[in-house]
């Protein structure tokens, strides 16, 4: 069992290499074939989270965070970085971004960031619920 974060954006190039297919160019995801074989393996930070909607303003479109075994990454569109040592701050109060120390780490995570961001949906876009995507008919 794979004991490292892994992203779902992972998934479908870690099918086609479980299945000896090669990966399509255009998936941005890690295999994690060889963490399923050797739980010891190496395997780099790969959990991407993102908001790519302007439903809450602006400002909340395309926001990234990377994270690894020990730590999360946050890069904000507008350039403005955050980074936390689970270990260390499990609760992420102390920012290390501003410390010169953690440059080369926070460097290493920003190599993951997705290289193309996509447009933010536009306010007038509401969410549904669950329910409201898949009602139920007896309800």
């Given at each position: ?59 909340w479109a395309n926001n990234h965070a990377i994270v690894s075994d020990r730590y999360r990454y946050i890069r904000y569109r507008d350039g403005a970085e ?58």
């Amino acid at each position: 069992m794979c004991q490292r974060p892994v992203g779902l954006i992972d998934l479908f190039p870690t099918i086609s290499d479980y299945l000896g297919l090669p990966p399509l160019a255009q998936w941005e995801g890690i295999s994690f074939v060889l963490q399923l074989r050797d739980v010891t393996a190496p395997h780099p930070p790969v959990i991407v989270t993102m908001n790519l909607t302007d439903h809450y303003g602006p400002t909340w479109a395309n926001n990234h965070a990377i994270v690894s075994d020990r730590y999360r990454y946050i890069r904000y569109r507008d350039g403005a970085e955050e980074f936390y040592n689970f270990e260390a701050d499990p609760r992420e109060w102390q920012n290390l971004a501003g410390n010169p120390e953690y440059r080369s780490l926070m460097d290493e995570h920003a190599k993951y960031l997705p290289k193309v961001n996509a447009p933010g949906l536009p306010k007038d876009v509401k969410a549904k619920s669950p329910k409201q995507q898949n009602p139920r008919q007896d309800d």
